[in-house]
């Protein structure tokens, strides 16, 4: 799958709905999704992409669903889905809860992340609330944007793993999250 992912990514990286679209280091969130097994069963992926995070959560159990902004990437998430027979569920729309109040002033820097979005919960027919883990890949000056989202509209027996280029694999229970 991840082959394929990276085929698609080549034929596609000038693309403009490809424009935001950076993989991830799959084996390292593979572990980190295999670590977090025990502790739950749904899973969100907040920008999914081409959906590989979300498949390999669905493979490996997990109730997996995953939010993208751009169409045509949930359109192969879903191809991607349906060629390794999971169940995984994809929606177009935004991550952030509407419900959710961005304040700048405490870090929460939204770089390429789309904030006016409206959410895409509601064709979930989920809440953010309802997930036990939730995974984002986010730009390297948003991780306070994606903590304080689990903060604020997470729920409090959640974790977040995010994936940082640098940092590799972090994880934060719903606790590390207040401040």
Known sequence: MWNIAEEIWTRHENDRSFGSYISADYE?????????????NSFLEWGSGLGVVTIMASLLGYE???????????DY?????????????FVVGGFIPDSFQWR??????????AIDLADAYDDLGRQLDEFDLVYGYPWP????????????????HSSLLIYDAREGIMIYDASELIR
Do not use: N, W, Y
Not at 64 to 74: K, P, Q, S
Not at 106 to 113: K, N, P
């Open 28 to 40: 390292a969130v593979l572990d980190g999704l295999i670590r977090q097994q025990p502790l739950a």
């Open 77 to 89: 998430s879903r191809e991607l889905a349906e060629q390794f027979q999971c169940s995984a569920e």
């Open 141 to 156: 000056t948003e991780h306070e944007l994606f903590k304080g989202i689990m903060r604020d509209c997470g729920s409090s």
């Open 64 to 74: 997996a669903c995953g939010i993208e902004a751009e169409a045509e990437l949930v």
């Open 104 to 113: 700048p002033e405490l870090g929460e820097e939204a770089v390429r992340t």
